[in-house]
């Protein structure tokens, strides 16, 4: 139970600028390009609609205001009308362009994630807390549906219409123009500033929202240890302290973005005032109209929206790019190899072990993110499981069993050495076929939201039905299926939390033996039923087992007895193999185990 702050996720591979993180998005955008630069387009057109308000004020000032015409002044004054109206439709058009690409893109980049999830490695998953992803695949694909539909158009517009701006302002009275093109050196400077102080802060807020996901998700699914062990005011202190953290990152960007919004609101209405002071001047002494310095100052404060909201649009981008980083770190994790064509070609060239079931050859295994000095979990592990025939698999607690059963269906690569299956390498097979010839499952069984029928059949290929379903729950001894309130339709709910640790172990266990394998790797699988149902499943299993080449890593002699053969994993190697009887007569390390076991199980 985290007391501290988790650990954030990995730290990025490189650090990249904005924008060529952002430009890693085009991919996604490349489908919707047209309705994209379409919406960009009637956006640049509304916003220039505004800049030509102040001429028609210029030319009613000067004109019908000046000429004292009712008439010229109505006319302007639908002409300002017509001019507003028109923005706000294409305003509006925009918007409805890009609503439904831009969600089609968050939606793809979701898919992909989730796809890119399933493909990673299972060391990937052993070092990325849980959180971290979940907020990649949630808060910050938000972000980035967000930037896709205001900041990345508005950036755009807005600087065509500052631009646009400009020349209509020079081309009024260029000498008041020059006077307004001031400020822009220091607004570059303290954009720039802002951008770098910014993405740091925004990269840590993300990082700290992926932590604070985590503790959530931990504490909702270990709700049960959380109750149980009287830790929720830990639990609740410990929570507090990640949310203050990240309460207090959001301050510091808040902070931020509040003094670059003063700023560049401050700069350009100290120039527009010194403007008008010239301008008002000027016009006093017969040099300008009033209708041009009314014009002026009218494109003049046109221009302050764009320019004051670059702030805004520039902290937002910036979260974007760091969304798109946080994406993309994922998203650039090698995929398991696949294995297949190339390797299958080595294996063709190879000498095939003329040995079926199952071979461990010179078998070494070090976690990849054990510390450097810690030896390797496995050390030179060799181990002949015939065809047909039952393996346990015997070894103190902490001895390395799961890490060895977990290597057949390649859930983690070998360091060193082969495993053959029927005398084909694994490392040469597409693990799609491995994972169609090997079946799993584990102590801890994992369901899924589901109900029992689909929970059991995902071990089958796709043809499996009801015949299938209940041998494999006869196998399991799961009859209590059918006492559920809808049999075999009945959901399990949220990891099967509904059922009783054995009725998941059961469910579990039918599920591998529903595809009838050739191959079954079973971790210690029965080790929460009691002992008769233990004994009934054993018998069903051995039916099961006798066309199957089976590793059962076995804690009980209740299940020793399952198997045919015994191995005793000792110190990262195999160090006996033989029946019961013989290793209990020859091994006083598995006598020892057994024995315990025997004090403990029964
Ligand atoms: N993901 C991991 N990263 C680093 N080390 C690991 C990882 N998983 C397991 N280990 C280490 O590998 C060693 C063997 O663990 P393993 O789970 O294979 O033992 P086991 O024999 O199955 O134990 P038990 O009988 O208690 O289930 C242990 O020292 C464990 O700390």
Not at 118 to 146: I, K, N
Not at 263 to 285: H, M, N, S, W, Y
Request: charged residues 20%.
């Amino acid at each position: 139970m985290p007391s501290s702050p988790p650990p954030a996720a990995p730290s990025p591979v490189a650090k990249r600028s904005a924008v060529r993180s952002l430009l890693r998005l085009w991919p996604y955008l490349r489908p919707v390009r047209g309705r994209f630069f379409a919406a960009a387009f009637v956006a640049v057109v509304a916003s220039c609609l505004s800049l030509v308000i102040p001429l028609v004020l210029k030319w009613m000032v000067d004109g019908p205001v000046a000429d004292r015409d009712p008439g010229g002044v109505w006319l302007g004054a639908l002409a300002l009308l017509g001019l507003g109206v028109t923005e706000a439709v294409l305003f509006g058009l925009r918007r409805w362009l890009v609503a439904r690409p831009m969600t089609a893109v968050e939606a793809a980049l979701r898919r992909d994630l989730y796809q890119r999830l399933q493909r990673l490695p299972v060391a990937f998953h052993d070092r990325w807390a849980s959180g971290q992803l979940l907020s990649r695949g949630t808060t910050d694909l938000s972000l980035l549906r967000m930037f896709l539909v205001f900041p990345l158009t508005f950036l755009f517009v807005n600087a065509v219409t500052v631009l646009v701006g400009f020349v209509v302002l020079l081309w009024q009275d260029w000498g008041l123009g020059l006077v307004l093109l001031l400020p822009v050196v220091p607004l570059i400077v303290g954009c720039s500033l802002f951008e770098t102080r910014y993405s740091r802060v925004a990269r840590a807020a993300q990082d700290q929202v992926g932590d604070v996901t985590t503790v959530v998700e931990e504490s909702v699914l270990g709700i049960r240890v959380v109750k149980g062990f009287g830790r929720h005011r830990s639990q609740a202190r410990a929570f507090a302290v990640l949310a203050e953290r990240l309460r207090g990152t959001e301050l510091g960007k808040a902070r931020l973005l509040a003094s670059i919004w003063a700023f560049i609101t401050i700069v350009p209405e100290l120039a527009i005032g010194a403007a008008l002071v010239l301008g008002t001047v000027r016009v006093a002494d017969g040099e300008l109209s009033a209708g041009t310095l009314v014009a002026f100052l009218s494109t003049a404060l046109a221009l302050r929206w764009p320019v004051e909201s670059i702030g805004f649009l520039l902290a937002m981008s910036q979260e974007a790019a760091t969304a798109t980083e946080r994406y993309f770190e994922v998203m650039d994790q090698a995929e398991e190899d696949p294995g297949g064509p190339p390797a299958a070609a080595a294996a063709a060239t190879a000498p095939r072990d003329a040995r079926g079931g199952v071979v461990f050859e010179g078998v070494s295994f070090r976690y990849p993110d054990a510390p450097p000095d810690a030896p390797p979990v496995l050390r030179g592990v060799d181990l002949h499981i015939r065809p047909g025939e039952t393996m346990a698999l015997v070894g103190a607690t902490g001895s390395g069993k799961t890490t060895l059963t977990a290597l057949v269906p390649r859930l983690h690569e070998l360091t060193s050495g082969r495993v053959l299956l029927d005398g084909e390498d694994i490392a040469a097979m597409p693990r799609e076929r491995l994972r169609t010839l090997v079946a799993v499952a584990f102590e801890e069984p994992t369901l899924f939201s589901a109900s029992v029928r689909e929970n059991v059949l995902m071990g089958a290929g796709a043809g499996a039905g009801d015949v299938e379903l209940r041998r494999a729950l006869d196998v399991a001894q799961a009859g209590f299926v059918d006492d559920l309130p809808q049999g075999p339709a009945t959901e399990v709910g949220e990891q099967g939390l509904s059922l009783s640790g054995g009725q998941r172990q059961r469910l579990a266990l039918a599920r591998a033996v529903v595809g009838e394998p050739r191959f079954l790797v079973l971790d210690d699988p029965l080790s929460a039923l009691d002992v008769h149902t233990e004994a009934l499943v054993e018998a069903a299993l051995r039916e099961v087992l006798s066309g199957t080449t089976a590793l059962v890593v076995a804690h009980r002699p209740s299940t020793v007895l399952l198997a045919d053969r015994v191995a005793l994993l000792s110190e990262g190697r195999i160090a006996a193999v033989g029946t019961h009887q013989e290793l209990l007569r020859s091994s006083t390390e598995y006598a020892w185990l057994m024995s315990g076991a025997e004090g403990e199980g029964r």
